[in-house]
Each structure stands twice: as structure tokens, then as C-alpha cells.
């Protein structure tokens, strides 16, 4: 059973710029939720894909998209970067309807906004 | 609006002492509560969770006991050991099985276990 995989590791953005992260759920799940860490925070929820749809979403605006596969693995795409996008990108795949300690993050982009 | 709070952003303990991490939280609605513990440049890994309709939860040396009248909760470690350093994370979840996996995250507490 492979586990929650998320690419890249790092990455330097300028501000303005468009990022497109990439998540990879844990096999037999449905669901991909999204998550940002600024420093010194918790993650926060920016939304959740279920069947290529989105299922939810926190109160991020509309430039904070994203995409599920067939396969279920995630995109998150941030257009127009601000200063403020800088944080840890968390996704975490889960299964629809399972118990919420059911949910597994990958390790992670760090994303860093110049 | 914070909904999980964790106002100690970090703890030092002795090894073989008891750390005991807190947590308090506003929404009434809440129906489930975890600990995640996190290393650095890894995700967050579940570590105990327990249901709003319990008042504690025990697996092997951590236990968490939840005030639902008090809104707090808080996680016991004993003993402690030095593996245990990490961020710990408060979460909470308001739509147990339903239509998002959605969960609410307090800020985290760093916890130094000193050999």
C-alpha cells in the first residue's frame, strides 16, 4: 500500500506567478482535501475533490482551484500569487464518509512567494 | 475566528515524566476530536482521537480526556520518551461521516522531551 505522495518538495515563486501543485492519494481512496500551513499555524482547509468534484471548500478565494484525476490523485492550482501564499501545502487523501482520523498527508510542498 | 485553540506554543518535559498538551475549542458542534503529531518535513500523522460522547480515550502511553462542559481537551503522554518531540496538533471535525472530511486545526504545541 503506497502512501500519500505530493510533488514538488520545494518551490520559489514570484509574486504574480501561477503554481500548480500535485498530490498522489493513498491507494483505495476517493477523496483529496487540501490543506495550508502558514508559519506558525495549523493547516487550514482550502477544499476537498470527490469524483473529480469539488466537495467543500474553506475560505480561501476563487484564485485557489483545483483538479481530481480518475485515479483520484489532486492538483491544486494558486493563480496571482500574493506575498501571503507562502506556506506548507498539505494534501490528505481519505475515504468519503470514513472516520475522520481516517485521513492520511502527504509530506508537503513548501511553497515560497517572492 | 479560531475555533481550536492551543495556547501553549510549546512544552519542555523531562524524560519518564507525564507531558500533558491542551486544547480548547468554541464550537458546540463539534462531534469528533484528534491529535496529530508532526516531525519536520513530514505530514501530520494521526496519533489518538475520541468521539464527543466519550470522556477519555487510552492507546498505550497516550491517553485524551475530553470537558465537552469545559470545551477542552487535552492529550497525556506518560511516560514520556525523547522520540516523543514533535508539534503536536489539535483537530476537530464537525461532519463525522458526512458530505466533507473536513477538520479544524489548532496552531500546535512543540514538545521537547529532554533525555
Known amino acids: 500500500e503506497t502512501g500519500v505522495t505530493q510533488s514538488p518538495t520545494h518551490l520559489i515563486k514570484t509574486r504574480g506567478q501561477q503554481v500548480t501543485l500535485r498530490c498522489s492519494s493513498q491507494?483505495?481512496?476517493?477523496?483529496v482535501s487540501w490543506y495550508q500551513q502558514a508559519l506558525g499555524q495549523g493547516p487550514q482547509f482550502i477544499f476537498q475533490?470527490?469524483?473529480?468534484?469539488?466537495?467543500g471548500r474553506g475560505n480561501f478565494p476563487p484564485r485557489f482551484s483545483g483538479l481530481q484525476f480518475p485515479n483520484y490523485s489532486s492538483e491544486l492550482n494558486v493563480n496571482a500569487l500574493e506575498l501571503d501564499d507562502s506556506a506548507l501545502y498539505l494534501c490528505?487523501?481519505?475515504?468519503?464518509?470514513?472516520?475522520?482520523?481516517?485521513?492520511?498527508f502527504g509530506p508537503g510542498t513548501r511553497l515560497t512567494v517572492t | 475566528d479560531q475555533q481550536v485553540k492551543q495556547n501553549s506554543p510549546s512544552l519542555s518535559v523531562q524524560e519518564g515524566r507525564i507531558s500533558i498538551l491542551n486544547c480548547d475549542y468554541t464550537?458546540?458542534?463539534?462531534?469528533?476530536f484528534l491529535w496529530y503529531k508532526k516531525y519536520p518535513a513530514e505530514g501530520p500523522t494521526f496519533l489518538i482521537s475520541?468521539?464527543?460522547?466519550?470522556d477519555k480515550n487510552e492507546d498505550g502511553r497516550f491517553t485524551v480526556f475530553l470537558n465537552k462542559s469545559a470545551k477542552h481537551l487535552s492529550l497525556h503522554i506518560v511516560p514520556s520518551q525523547p522520540g516523543d518531540s514533535a508539534v503536536y496538533f489539535c483537530?476537530?471535525?464537525?461532519?463525522?461521516?458526512?458530505?466533507?472530511?473536513?477538520?479544524?486545526f489548532g496552531t500546535g504545541t512543540l514538545l521537547a522531551v529532554q533525555p
Open positions: 475533490y470527490y469524483r473529480e468534484e469539488e466537495n
Open positions: 490528505a487523501s481519505s475515504q468519503l464518509g470514513g472516520a475522520p482520523y481516517e485521513q492520511y
Open positions: 491507494s483505495g481512496h476517493n477523496t
Open positions: 483537530a476537530a471535525s464537525a461532519e463525522y461521516g458526512g458530505a466533507t472530511n473536513k477538520l479544524i
Open positions: 475520541i468521539s464527543s460522547i466519550k
Open positions: 464550537n458546540s458542534m463539534f462531534d469528533y
